[in-house]
């Protein structure tokens, strides 16, 4: 027979967003439960990726403190300019003096595990193979949760942390599906590369290799993700990614991304000769981001709260439009909503008077608004098809070079940023500085915190 039971605060969703919000609320005495549909946390998500240094600095107390499994610090940006396979020009402007990093380059699963580790430390109740398949409605109001088991989970306040592709803020009336414009489909290579290669090809950078549309090895048609190489401890991700609509098109896009890795394979002298030779390749995987929803006013006017419900992350369209990355995004959104949800449930209403204080501290922080509205890559676009080479550089070096750091683009939300957390507290550089060298250390000696599953 279906369970019917209760709890202060249920979060729906183990990824990246979803553990910080539950531990912030389990810390506060709340009886919080964790649903996640996967075996084990960051099992669905895909495989691996680059945190900015930003989310680790200005996120939760605990990840900076804490000794979470990161692959490789990242503290070069190298962007290699392609014409006929080969390089003719080299920005590696972007880049920092180790032990500092720009990133760190990290596994989905294990850092997830990592994050759900610390909720259940706290006091959370983690279940996963979990699926919530629809919210608990009355009288519009969001009271919890009907699982793929027919049990229902009752809460006081909902956090939902589902990332893309879940459907219970469109099922509570408040959300609707992503347009296509706003997403972006992309492929992920998983190479094998034993860590003295990575270490010499690489050392402790990642890349981008721009080209026009015609070399055919960047983004099909000039329009998405420029193709990239995350390194990591003893493996490397090329990476690619295509809207799913182009110029009002629908283009086959399972067609098209293979076939310009191939084209970037068999051309690019670099990928032919110091790193083919040193690779195996391990898996391909898929995954789609609304990489451009804050850019489209119709997706970034969606709620991102409702009576009841508190959305996060890429849910709540927190993707980073410039970087690719909304894990930065997921922790500080994942913050903001475990403090609402905790005065909520200390003065017994969860009604939208007092969840709205959630978007009031979203629009305030330094970083959010800011992720979501960087039209840089936006802009390029125009650029590619344009065929102006010049430009592309100048404006590859104000995307993922030094001029990432001018006050119009990173320089504003990072000076804000700095003065906010300067004012809490005086010793947090030093804070900073000791996190940026116990990372180092930790890569250095591959040692970190034990994960309860591996």
Same mark, same amino acid.
């Given at each position: 027979?279906?369970?019917?039971?209760?709890?202060?605060?249920?979060?729906?969703?183990?990824?990246?967003?979803?553990?910080?919000?539950?531990?912030?609320?389990?810390?506060?005495? !709340?009886?919080?439960?964790?649903? &996640?549909?996967?075996?084990?946390?960051?099992?669905?998500?895909?495989?691996?990726?680059?945190?900015?240094?930003?989310?680790?600095?200005?996120?939760?107390?605990?990840?900076?403190?804490?000794?979470?499994?990161?692959?490789?610090?990242?503290?070069?940006?190298?962007?290699?300019?392609?014409?006929?396979?080969?390089?003719?020009?080299?920005?590696?402007?972007?880049?920092?003096?180790?032990?500092?990093?720009?990133?760190?380059?990290?596994?989905?699963?294990?850092?997830?595990?990592? !994050?759900?580790?610390?909720?259940?430390?706290?006091?959370?109740?983690?279940?996963?193979?979990?699926?919530?398949?629809?919210?608990?409605?009355?009288?519009?109001?969001?009271?919890?949760?009907?699982?793929?088991?027919?049990?229902?989970?009752?809460?006081?306040?909902?956090?939902?942390?589902?990332?893309?592709?879940?459907?219970?803020?469109?099922?509570?009336?408040?959300?609707?599906?992503?347009?296509?414009?706003? !997403?972006?489909?992309?492929?992920?290579?998983?190479?094998? +590369?034993?860590?003295?290669?990575?270490?010499?090809?690489?050392?402790?950078?990642?890349?981008?290799?721009?080209?026009?549309?015609?070399?055919?090895?960047?983004? /099909?048609?000039?329009?998405?993700?420029?193709?990239?190489?995350?390194?990591?401890?003893? =493996?490397?991700?090329?990476?690619?990614?295509?809207?799913?609509?182009?110029?009002?098109?629908?283009?086959?896009?399972?067609?098209?991304?293979?076939?310009?890795?191939?084209?970037?394979?068999?051309?690019?002298? #670099?990928?032919?000769?110091?790193?083919? /030779?040193?690779?195996?390749? #391990?898996?391909?995987?898929?995954?789609?981001?609304?990489?451009?929803?804050?850019?489209?006013?119709?997706?970034?006017?969606?709620?991102?709260?409702?009576?009841?419900?508190?959305?996060?992350?890429?849910?709540?369209?927190?993707?980073?439009?410039?970087?690719?990355?909304?894990?930065? =995004?997921?922790?500080?959104?994942?913050?903001?909503?475990?403090?609402?949800?905790?005065?909520?449930?200390?003065?017994?209403?969860? =009604?939208?008077?007092? !969840?709205?204080?959630?978007?009031?501290?979203?629009?305030?922080?330094?970083?959010?608004?800011?992720?979501?509205?960087?039209?840089?890559?936006?802009?390029?676009?125009?650029?590619?098809?344009?065929?102006? &080479?010049?430009?592309?550089?100048?404006?590859?070096?104000?995307?993922?070079?030094?001029?990432?750091?001018?006050?119009?683009?990173?320089?504003?939300?990072?000076?804000?940023?700095?003065?906010?957390?300067?004012?809490?507290?005086?010793?947090?550089?030093?804070?900073? +500085?000791?996190?940026?060298?116990?990372?180092?250390?930790?890569?250095?000696?591959? #040692?970190?915190? /034990?994960?309860?599953?591996?």
């Amino acid at each position: 027979m279906a369970a019917v039971e209760t709890c202060d605060v249920l979060v729906v969703g183990a990824g990246f967003g979803g553990p910080v919000a539950a531990r912030r609320c389990a810390e506060a005495g !709340l009886e919080t439960i964790i649903l &996640e549909r996967s075996r084990v946390p960051g099992e669905k998500v895909v495989s691996g990726l680059v945190i900015p240094f930003y989310g680790f600095t200005f996120g939760p107390d605990f990840i900076r403190e804490g000794n979470p499994p990161i692959e490789r610090p990242i503290c070069r940006v190298v962007n290699r300019f392609v014409r006929g396979g080969e390089i003719y020009a080299t920005d590696s402007t972007l880049r920092v003096p180790k032990p500092l990093a720009l990133g760190y380059s990290a596994y989905c699963k294990p850092f997830c595990t990592w !994050l759900a580790d610390r909720a259940v430390e706290a006091g959370a109740e983690l279940r996963t193979s979990t699926t919530a398949v629809e919210p608990i409605l009355e009288k519009g109001a969001v009271k919890g949760v009907i699982t793929d088991r027919g049990d229902e989970i009752r809460c006081r306040v909902l956090i939902d942390a589902g990332g893309t592709q879940n459907r219970l803020a469109i099922q509570a009336g408040l959300r609707r599906k992503y347009l296509p414009e706003a !997403l972006e489909l992309y492929m992920l290579w998983d190479f094998e +590369m034993a860590k003295e290669d990575v270490d010499q090809t690489f050392g402790l950078s990642m890349e981008f290799f721009h080209a026009l549309p015609e070399e055919g090895i960047g983004a /099909p048609l000039g329009y998405g993700s420029t193709l990239y190489i995350f390194t990591y401890r003893e =493996s490397i991700h090329p990476g690619l990614g295509q809207f799913l609509v182009t110029r009002g098109e629908i283009p086959n896009l399972a067609k098209l991304l293979p076939q310009y890795f191939e084209n970037f394979q068999n051309k690019v002298t #670099r990928w032919k000769r110091d790193i083919a /030779p040193k690779v195996k390749l #391990r898996a391909t995987t898929w995954d789609v981001c609304p990489i451009y929803a804050g850019l489209i006013p119709e997706t970034r006017n969606m709620p991102i709260f409702g009576d009841g419900i508190l959305i996060i992350g890429d849910a709540a369209g927190f993707e980073a439009s410039a970087f690719g990355d909304g894990v930065p =995004s997921a922790w500080f959104s994942a913050e903001l909503a475990a403090e609402v949800a905790v005065e909520a449930v200390r003065r017994g209403d969860s =009604s939208p008077y007092v !969840l709205r204080e959630y978007e009031k501290k979203v629009r305030e922080h330094p970083y959010i608004t800011w992720i979501i509205t960087d039209w840089r890559r936006w802009d390029l676009r125009k650029v590619l098809v344009s065929g102006d &080479e010049r430009e592309l550089r100048r404006m590859i070096r104000d995307h993922w070079g030094v001029g990432a750091f001018r006050y119009r683009y990173s320089g504003r939300p990072l000076a804000k940023a700095v003065r906010e957390a300067l004012r809490r507290d005086p010793h947090a550089p030093l804070k900073w +500085m000791e996190m940026f060298t116990r990372y180092f250390r930790n890569w250095e000696e591959n #040692r970190f915190d /034990p994960l309860s599953v591996s």
